[in-house]
């Protein structure tokens, strides 16, 4: 079955009930903080209860791994934005243990393409059009290798202003328990 009519079912009750009502609040993070993050399903609510943030307190933002892969891609357009425009003071990088992106192999995921109906033509068009599929699609040695990395791309942007506060942690998926990485 297809989840998004499950979800639009949901969704009706959802709103009649008016539950909504119950997480309030506007697009200005309450805390100040904008937290880069793992898309990992394990940190969903984990991560945010971990920190002590609410709804409201904090821009979450999510990607693989949670690296930056390019300093002008949308993530670290979010970052500026949720800086500049909604006053946020602090970035915190937020990787985990066991995390999927570690290790990750280029191509592992381009043969899983090729395995799913990606012809082989197109990924030697893709690599002859100068795109290092290999650089993009492979993974960092360890999460804190991860985290230092992104913190070490956001803190040498140049848009970045000299006030903001850019941290590095690790937390724990199955316990929640954070550890400093970069302070």
């Known amino acids: 079955m297809a989840v998004i009519p499950e979800i639009l079912e949901y969704n009706r009750e959802f709103v009649a009930s008016k539950k909504f009502e119950a997480m309030a609040t506007d697009r200005f993070p309450?805390?100040?903080i904008v937290v880069l993050t793992c898309m990992?399903?394990?940190?969903?609510?984990l991560l945010p209860q971990a920190m002590g943030l609410?709804?409201?307190?904090?821009?979450f933002l999510k990607t693989a791994g949670a690296v930056i892969s390019h300093p002008w891609g949308s993530i670290m357009r979010s970052i500026l934005l949720a800086i500049y425009e909604l006053g946020a003071q602090d970035v915190a990088v937020v990787g985990h243990h066991d995390c999927g992106f570690a290790n990750m192999r280029a191509e592992t995921m381009l043969q899983r393409a090729i395995d799913r109906g990606v012809p082989a033509l197109r990924i030697e068009t893709i690599?002859?059009?100068g795109i290092d599929l290999d650089q993009?699609?492979?993974?960092f040695a360890s999460p804190e290798?991860?985290?230092k990395r992104s913190v070490a791309a956001i803190r040498r942007h140049p848009l970045l202003p000299m006030d903001v506060v850019v941290h590095g942690l690790l937390v724990h998926p199955h316990t929640g328990l954070l550890e400093t990485i970069e302070v």
């Open 30 to 32: 309450n805390r100040k």
């Open 40 to 45: 990992d399903t394990r940190l969903t609510e």
């Open 54 to 59: 609410r709804n409201g307190d904090a821009k």
């Open 127 to 129: 690599r002859s059009a």
């Open 136 to 139: 993009w699609l492979t993974g």
């Open 145 to 147: 290798e991860g985290v």
